[in-house]
């Protein structure tokens, strides 16, 4: 059996990954173990657990992979410096010192921290190798995905160079055709519009994308005419003078603030109409670019399908756009589209080329359904329960799922813990927080008093695979919350002439569906289709609520506050239930109300220990 581990870390989203004979066997994030979203350091529980689930040591491994190569970044950076100079003096200065220090000498870092992990000597070590970034992120699009050949698009911010790059996928080959390079990135540009904004780069995207529909596209030709030379075959150019992130501190400079007619928005300050528009507008162009690009590689490939990684791929209503328009016959996203994916990429590269493992295609992919990361057994979550004095009670699944589906019917919250944790930014069931889409408060509560975020925020749809063309315009699965589809128009609730004419956030609070809590103001959703072969349990447990309600979904979102990570333990979720308004927490068979708890300190400090995001 030869094991494989990939490992991504140092930049954000620290994860690792293990393949044994090309199988994917476990991964996980790092911020999940730690409790510090975004987690960049080294990896070593999340490597930890990996190891424990194949129950080997480090010593049985043959390859560590990282997932990019520093010395190349280290080029681009000194290039990049030095092509803008003297302007980004003050960042060089501020940059060199991590560089010097710990990035440029990454593989004695490597080691180093291996041989703590391992209790062995350096010389002892499995092979130490570097795939590139953008190699590591088409290996996690196209090797997992259900097709045997496919074009391969990788958008993100940067990798070591390329921000954009296409690959042709088949059998256990993948050939790179093309890339646009730094500074010239779709990622970025967003992520400047995400600051600009008022939101934090490389976590607040997703707020921006979630704040567009309330907005009108008035800003894409301002944006067409001065930030963005875009080519009919979506390659594209930015004017750098509109930007300060290839050398400065911050994203966007004072031009840009001028072009928009006012400063970035100060974060966590009110939000206007203007933030609304701007979002929209961005989107806009992002999901033009998306489609061109798209064009452009199915005429060069031919491929029938598409395979989507990097972070500009957690894009879902760009995917649900490109999914719509029938240029591929489908389309496949690797979960952890993101950095955390690039550790599983990078052990499927030396898989497939330095061995030339074979590759057999599976229906619907290899991903196991993103459940990944660990499980708990009744022993170890009695233990850990006990410890912190939870009150509960054991039920079989017989008896729980019709339960529970009559107090989610009731309008109560619930925290759903089972089965292995999701790899990638997604709640899939695994650790979610649950309620009835039918309810008109849900959203609100959810936000307000139990994630504690914005009430702009969209909530996710799980619904039953079967179901799914019943209620949304969609006719294949989306396992991985990563297409947003419309609302079909029988299940729309028609708006009054006096809503029409309500703007932006006020917008919020008129139900668009007989779903309410999970359409959003355009009539969309971001939809989950649940699989008995992926998720019996969860799927069981919809299948009760509909039993019980005739309604084939429930609301998903992530098991975790505003700001923290997704909860890992039984011990996170029991602490998360607590320290907000959920009803009930639901732990494999282990049921908690919250009015059988024990008091609770209700000192709202801890809502100090995470940042916002």
């Known amino acids: 059996m030869k094991y494989i581990i990939g490992i991504s870390a140092y930049y954000h989203d620290s994860a690792a990954a ?103 000597s350096k010389q002892d070590l499995p092979n130490l190798l570097f795939a590139e970034h953008h190699q590591s992120h088409a290996a996690s699009a196209f090797f997992p995905s259900p097709f045997e050949k496919a074009a391969v698009l990788c958008l993100d911010g940067v990798g070591e160079w390329a921000t954009t790059s296409a690959w042709l996928g088949k059998g256990n080959q993948l050939k790179a055709l093309w890339e646009i390079d730094f500074p010239h990135s779709l990622g970025l540009l967003y992520s400047a519009f995400t600051y600009y904004t008022g939101f934090r780069v490389n976590s607040g995207e997703y707020k921006l994308m979630g704040l567009a529909p309330y907005g009108e596209p008035k800003y894409v030709d301002l944006i067409m005419d001065h930030l963005l030379d875009l080519k009919g075959d979506g390659t594209f150019r930015l004017d750098m003078s509109y930007f300060n992130y290839a050398t400065g501190l911050t994203m966007t400079n004072d ?107 599976t229906t619907p992919d290899s991903m196991k359904g993103s459940y990944l990361g660990p499980k708990y057994e009744d022993n170890q979550i009695e233990t850990e329960l006990d410890a912190i004095g939870a009150k509960y009670t054991r039920l079989d699944d017989a008896e729980l799922m019709p339960k529970l589906a009559h107090i989610l019917a009731d309008e109560k919250v619930v925290g759903w813990f089972q089965g292995r944790m999701e790899f990638g930014p997604r709640a899939l069931g695994g650790r979610s927080i649950i309620g009835d889409p039918r309810s008109q408060k ?50 729309r609730l028609a708006m009054t002439e006096e809503q029409q004419k309500l703007f932006g956030i006020e917008k919020l609070n008129v139900p668009r569906s007989s779903l309410p809590a999970i359409t959003h103001v355009d009539y969309s959703a971001r939809i989950q289709t649940i699989h008995k072969e992926t998720n019996p349990r969860y799927h069981g447990l919809i299948s009760a609520f509909k039993n019980e309600t005739g309604c084939p979904v429930l609301v998903n979102t992530s098991f975790n506050v505003r700001g923290e990570p997704i909860v890992c333990t039984p011990e996170d979720a029991y602490r998360c239930f607590m320290r907000t308004e959920m009803d009930y927490l639901v732990v494999e068979n282990y049921l908690m109300a919250k009015t059988n708890q024990p008091d609770w300190e209700q000192d709202d400090s801890w809502k100090e220990e995470f940042a916002l995001d």
């Not at 690039?342 to 030339?356: M, N, R």
């Not at 209620?471 to 294949?476: A, E, G, I, K, M």
């Open 18 to 120: 293990l393949l044994a004979d090309g199988e994917i066997m476990a991964a996980a994030q790092e911020e999940r173990f730690t409790r510090k979203k975004h987690d960049a350091g080294f990896p070593a529980n999340a490597l930890q657990f990996c190891l424990d689930e194949a129950g080997i040591e480090l010593t049985d491994v043959s390859d560590v992979v990282f997932y990019d190569k520093p010395l190349v970044k280290f080029e681009r950076l000194l290039e990049t410096y030095l092509a803008y100079a003297p302007k980004g003096f003050r960042s060089f200065i501020a940059a060199m010192p991590v560089w010097l220090k710990e990035k440029l000498y990454l593989k004695s870092t490597l080691k180093k921290e291996l041989a703590a992990l391992a209790g062995c």
């Open 255 to 361: 031009k840009f603030a001028n072009l928009f007619g006012a400063p970035a928005r100060t974060p966590e300050t009110e939000l206007s109409q203007k933030e609304m528009d701007i979002a929209r507008s961005i989107q806009v162009v992002t999901e033009d670019i998306v489609l061109k690009l798209a064009r452009t590689v199915q005429k060069e490939t031919g491929a029938d399908y598409l395979c989507l990684a990097g972070g500009v791929a957690l894009n879902c209503v760009a995917n649900g756009v490109l999914l719509r328009e029938n240029i591929f016959r489908d389309i496949w996203i690797q979960p952890a589209a993101g950095d955390a994916g690039g550790a599983l990429g990078a052990a499927q590269v030396v898989w497939y080329e330095k061995y030339q493992g074979e590759r057999i295609v």
């Open 442 to 491: 849900m959203q609100s509560v959810m936000n307000l008093k139990i994630k504690y975020r914005e009430s702009f925020r969209p909530f996710a749809p799980s619904i039953l695979a079967e179901d799914v063309s019943e209620y949304f315009v969609q006719d294949r699965p989306s396992p991985y919350m990563l297409i947003v589809a419309p609302v079909q128009e029988k299940h």
